[in-house]
């Protein structure tokens, strides 16, 4: 069965207390991972897309990376406006538009 | 450049009761997709569509329709609603994979 974990599900770091979350897949064949950013009360955000183990993607104090089994996001140096929910999620091989989404870590950073 | 919409923002409405969710995009994305978003479950994907005239099932479609008349709107449907559908329902479009989220739909079902 294909699974998409997000670990820890609840974050809370001091300004400027770097970190990773982490989104670890189980699945048949990956097209690709992506990552999104939620706030309260919207939709959530694009920021990532990887396609291949090695590959990373860097934005700002953001940086994803991708493995076979997992994915982390990296971030450095956070700030109280990084506070949001991170969502990873998998596109299957053969699947088009489908994805899979994990229940994401809500990131809380404290000033 | 409006992005994805979608309206209304907030419905209430009673077990039984018949409602269009409705979301239009302006970016002229082939690819649409209608999600609900439960506490503890995650973003789950009900219908979607890969153009005009053609729509899909995803992972929990029972209890919604939608169709796909032009690239820009795509409408989701409850038929009868019932207290489980309360929920975030969002709608997104996407090209070569990214997705771009609608602001969303809170549903309440009492």
């Known amino acids: 069965e294909d699974q998409v974990t997000q670990s820890p599900e609840a974050l809370r770091l001091q300004e400027g207390e770097s970190s990773s979350l982490n989104c670890s897949y189980t699945?048949?064949?990956?097209?690709?991972l992506f990552w999104y950013r939620q706030d309260p009360g919207k939709g959530p955000e694009f920021l990532f897309t990887?396609?291949?183990a090695g590959e990373e993607k860097e934005k700002e104090r953001l940086k994803a990376t991708l493995t076979k089994k997992e994915s982390f996001l990296h971030i450095t140096a956070p700030k109280p406006e990084d506070s949001a929910t991170y969502l990873c999620?998998?596109?299957?091989?053969?699947?088009?538009?489908?994805?899979?989404f994990g229940t994401g870590t809500s990131l809380t950073v404290i000033p | 450049n409006a992005g994805v919409t979608q309206t209304p923002k907030f419905q209430v409405l009673k077990t039984g009761q018949s409602m269009t969710l409705q979301c239009a995009q302006d970016?002229?994305?082939?690819?649409m997709s209608w999600y609900r978003q439960d506490p503890g479950m995650g973003l789950r994907l009900i219908h979607y569509?890969?153009?005009?005239?053609?729509?899909d099932q995803g992972e929990v479609p029972n209890g919604y329709n939608v169709s796909r008349s032009t690239t820009e709107d795509f409408p989701l449907r409850l038929l009868s609603a019932a207290p489980s559908q309360t929920s975030v329902y969002f709608c997104?479009?996407?090209?070569?994979?990214?997705?771009?989220f609608g602001p969303g739909t809170r549903l309440l079902v009492l």
């Open positions: 997104a479009s996407s090209y070569v994979g990214t997705q771009y």
């Open positions: 699945v048949s064949g990956l097209r690709g």
């Open positions: 990887l396609y291949s």
């Open positions: 999620a998998v596109q299957l091989i053969g699947t088009g538009n489908q994805f899979y």
């Open positions: 970016m002229n994305h082939e690819y």
């Open positions: 569509s890969v153009g005009a005239g053609i729509t």
